[in-house]
């Protein structure tokens, strides 16, 4: 993995990949692939993969990973403070990936 700026190049998890197009920052707790343009914090992942809302993948993860959500930022450095009760952004279609693009699955890493 080559490391910048706290990102690191990953494959994507959606795609094969034959060269790293996608990045990973666990200060930022995001991924985004540059061919799928997928970006996504692990509460995006959630919804997506276990097709949920947001308060509900809060719900989920906090049963499953038993954290308190103390130390989750409210929001992410760069990005706009928008609130849930006002949709999507727009652009970006909620729960939908660009066709082509597979669903995580055990075999990702």
Same mark, same amino acid.
């Given at each position: 993995m080559k490391q910048r700026a706290g990102w690191s190049k990953i494959p994507c998890p959606l795609h094969v990949d034959s060269n790293p197009s996608a990045s990973a920052n666990t200060e930022r707790n995001r991924w985004n692939c540059f061919v799928c343009q997928v970006s996504e914090d692990s509460i995006d992942v959630v919804m997506r993969e276990e097709q949920l809302g947001?308060? &509900?993948?809060?719900?989920? #993860?906090?049963?499953?990973? $038993? !954290?308190? *959500? &103390?130390?989750?930022?409210? #929001?992410?450095?760069?990005? $706009? !403070?928008? *609130?849930?009760?006002?949709?999507?952004?727009?652009?970006?279609? $909620? !729960?939908?990936?660009?066709?082509?693009?597979?669903?995580?699955?055990?075999?990702?890493?």
């Open positions: 947001f308060r &509900e993948a809060q719900a989920w #993860a906090h049963a499953r990973f $038993s !954290g308190s *959500g &103390e130390d989750v930022l409210p #929001a992410v450095q760069g990005e $706009s !403070g928008r *609130g849930v009760h006002q949709g999507p952004r727009s652009g970006r279609r $909620s !729960g939908e990936v660009h066709p082509g693009v597979r669903r995580f699955g055990a075999d990702w890493t």
